[in-house]
């Protein structure tokens, strides 16, 4: 199908609500990534359903600025960031810069079907702030440009650039013995 | 230009970033020890590269699914409403439901859907919020405890808890009846069982209740 996300979000706004539907297929697969390395994935289902409930609801706020793509990253992004929040003040009191498993606690199941490789990028990941694990992946996996990554975590980009650097610095340094 | 790259310059470069010095590339083919350390980084960045999510099968259909019920028919303009006229709605909206009015004999218009789910919304926060303190009495309380008062009031919010998802089902909100669902299933464990107490409540139910509680903006009432 040929509509650009712009034409599906001017005919949703215009109250064709199944024009969300191809938004939904094009977007949920990257939210779900993004999800997955930031919380694990048993709740990164449920951070694309809420992502995209908030979108669709939230659609009057959406300002073609940005394009839908980083919007809804944004989105999800800040989802995250609230649930590894939530975690955090569980179990101890205002750590202002959360750190939290990038797969807490994998099932032995996973554990078997993980290589090695990547429990060591599992493990790596956990070495990082959440910010920092967010711009990593953004810019490593998901391929967004620095500018895109400042505009997800609502940053500058002078400030989004440094956190990719000390991202990858501390990638390199925990899986220096890896690789 | 005079020193070698820095390693920063090394990471836009590799990423394709702009902002690494004019010759770069330039100085990365012309000296032996940046092209050594491009090298490594590269390599080291590539190999972590491999590392794929599997998306599961299905996702997007099954977030579409779970979408759609609470979306408002096509060509709906949402006005906005006075708050007054909310405010009695919503009250009606829930009393009709303690007078035992489950089913709607119709599909409800989108507006009285949307003043049903303010509703709900903005009283689920400290349903979960009680909850979520008998489950962690209960599952924190020594063997052998005497957990009556924790019974009692396990089974007066279960009573309101059933209120509030078939509430949530009637307003397409599965992600809260899911949570209800299962939160029942523990409140209900809480208020027949006899020793020893399960401790069911299970961390990712909690979880999600906290969650969904820190989701719940109390000004707005609404997610
Ligand atoms: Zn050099």
């Known amino acids: ?179 | 230009m005079t020193g070698h790259l820095g390693e920063d310059d090394l990471i836009l470069l590799y990423y394709g970033e702009r902002g690494a010095p004019a010759d770069a590339r330039h100085h990365l083919r012309e000296c032996p020890d940046c092209a050594a350390e491009f090298q490594a980084l590269s390599s080291a960045l590539d190999r972590m590269a491999g590392d794929e999510v599997h998306v599961p099968p299905g996702l997007s259909s099954r977030v579409w699914a779970r979408l759609q019920p609470g979306m408002p028919a096509p060509r709906i303009r949402r006005w906005p409403k006075p708050l007054a006229w909310m405010a009695t709605a919503a009250a009606i909206a829930l009393a009709s439901f303690h007078l035992g009015r489950h089913t709607a004999p119709e599909p409800p218009p989108a507006t009285a859907m949307e003043t049903r789910e303010r509703a709900l919304v903005a009283s689920l926060g400290h349903h979960l919020e009680r909850s979520r303190m008998v489950l962690t009495e209960v599952s924190n309380a020594p063997i052998g405890a005497d957990l009556s008062n924790e019974r009692l009031e396990a089974r007066d919010l279960l009573a309101s808890n059933r209120l509030y998802r078939q509430t949530a089902a009637f307003a397409g909100r599965f992600e809260y009846q899911d949570l209800l669902d299962e939160l029942e299933q523990a409140l209900l464990e809480i208020a027949q069982e006899t020793e020893p107490l399960p401790r069911a409540s299970g961390e990712n139910l909690m979880f999600r209740m906290k969650v969904i509680e820190s989701k719940i903006d109390p000004q707005e009432g609404q997610l």
């Open chain 1, 1 to 179: 199908m040929g509509d650009t996300d712009q034409d599906l979000v001017a005919r949703v706004r215009a109250g064709d609500s199944g024009a969300f539907r191809p938004l939904v297929e094009r977007h949920a697969p990257g939210v779900f990534r993004l999800a997955c390395r930031m919380t694990g994935e048993t709740d990164a289902e449920d951070v694309v359903q809420e992502t995209l409930l908030r979108a669709f609801r939230q659609l009057d706020k959406y300002e073609s600025r940005s394009s839908f793509g980083t919007w809804i990253h944004r989105i999800a992004a800040n989802l995250c960031f609230d649930l590894l929040r939530v975690r955090a003040r569980r179990r101890a009191p205002a750590l202002d810069d959360v750190r939290e498993p990038a797969c807490p606690a994998p099932r032995p199941d996973r554990i078997a079907i993980a290589t090695q490789a990547r429990a060591g990028v599992l493990e790596a990941l956990d070495g990082l702030t959440v910010r920092e694990r967010a711009a990593f992946l953004l810019r490593h996996w998901e391929g967004f440009g620095i500018d895109r990554i400042a505009e997800v975590l609502e940053i500058s980009e002078t400030a989004a650039k440094n956190t990719v650097f000390r991202a990858v610095r501390k990638m390199r340094a925990s899986l220096a013995g890896r690789f």
